[in-house]
């Protein structure tokens, strides 16, 4: 949850801020000017400011150095009555995120808001480490004495829907001989044995 902290002399500019906003995803704070509000700017309690400007003059440009200058890393954003593109201008140089005219556009403002924090990108998960390999071959395995392959599996790729579970997985089964998967967790050896045994045959969005 955001805290969004709300400077403006008018109830009815606040209200409609916080009713126009998603209460789950913003907690909005208000307070009446700067001297009340700086206590929350000094420690960070904030990750927005929205600021009524009721005339787009030169105070509103002081005011704005003022909130730069104790929360540089806090985005603004203004509200004016009287939005001049000279003042605009100024107020965008002077580090404002936002300038927007009166009223409240609440489907505006979220997605302004939703661009100043965007949602993390997903990591990729990371493959497999693949199954390991049929151990070396013993002493007296050769072309003139070869072993009992019981079952063999070759170049196995596996995938749940999109999600490649097995890459190139090859190995022996051999006749008399203890065979054991060995990995992390995560790394396929069920989803192995379940191809083996034609388990995953019988769920759904599954690909061999």
């Not at 409609?16 to 789950?24: D, K, P, Q, T, Y």
């Not at 206590?39 to 030169?58: F, R, S």
């Amino acid at each position: 949850m955001k805290t969004l902290l709300v400077i403006g002399e008018h109830p009815g500019f606040v209200e409609a801020i916080r009713s126009g906003l998603n209460s789950e995803q913003y907690r909005v704070i208000e307070r009446s000017n700067l001297e009340e509000a700086e206590p929350l700017l000094a420690h960070g309690l904030v990750q927005a400011c929205i600021v009524d400007v009721e005339l787009a003059n030169v105070q509103g440009i002081w005011l704005l150095e003022k909130l730069r200058r104790r929360a540089a890393k806090c985005p603004i954003v203004l509200y004016t009555g009287d939005k001049k593109w000279e003042w605009e201008e100024e107020a965008y140089l002077q580090g404002a995120a936002h300038v927007l005219a009166k009223p409240v556009r609440p489907r505006m403002l979220t997605a302004l808001l939703e661009r100043l924090w965007p949602a993390a990108t997903a990591p990729v998960p990371a493959a497999p480490a693949p199954l390991p390999a049929a151990g070396p071959k013993t002493v007296g395995e050769s072309a003139a004495n070869p072993v009992d392959v019981k079952l063999l599996a070759e170049n196995v790729n596996f995938y749940y829907g999109k999600f490649q579970a097995l890459y190139d997985v090859s190995i022996e089964f051999i006749s008399n001989r203890v065979t054991a998967l060995i990995g992390p967790s995560g790394c396929g050896k069920s989803t192995f044995l379940r191809n083996l045994n034609r388990i995953n045959e019988t769920l759904r969005d599954t690909k061999l």
